[in-house]
């Protein structure tokens, strides 16, 4: 399996950017889709963005999320423009089969918080 740590959460104020990243040991990502999803407090863990083996991505707002993968730095990352406080959740970055579904993910990072706040 593949280990996985996210970073760049933080608290920022609406309107603004962060960019996550997602560090992969252990076996390279080249064969795997990666995607983020998310944790609100009381909340489902619900899918917010893809990247599969190909580099093709969706999201969940492609407006505001973009997805990107560097297998040579075997990682992936998350930028999210334009926050809002309903962003406000832990983001996890995940390994497995191209989907919209956390079970079809095997490895999973530990999580960041991202906090939208004025």
């Known amino acids: 399996q593949v280990q996985l740590v996210e970073s760049g959460g933080g608290l920022v104020q609406p309107g603004g950017s962060l960019r996550l990243s997602c560090a992969a040991s252990g076996r390279t990502i080249r064969t795997y889709a990666m995607a983020w999803f998310r944790q609100a407090p009381g909340k489902e863990r619900e899918f917010v963005a893809l990247?599969?083996?190909?580099?093709g991505s969706t999201s969940t707002d492609s407006v505001r999320f973009t997805m990107s993968r560097d297998n040579a730095k075997n990682s992936v990352y998350l930028q999210m423009n334009s926050l809002k406080p309903e962003d406000t959740a832990v983001y996890y970055c995940?390994?497995?089969?191209?989907?919209?579904?956390?079970?079809?993910?095997?490895?999973w990072g530990q999580g960041t918080q991202v906090t939208v706040s004025s």
């Open positions: 995940a390994a497995g089969r191209p989907s919209f579904r956390p079970a079809d993910y095997s490895s």
């Open positions: 990247v599969n083996e190909y580099g």
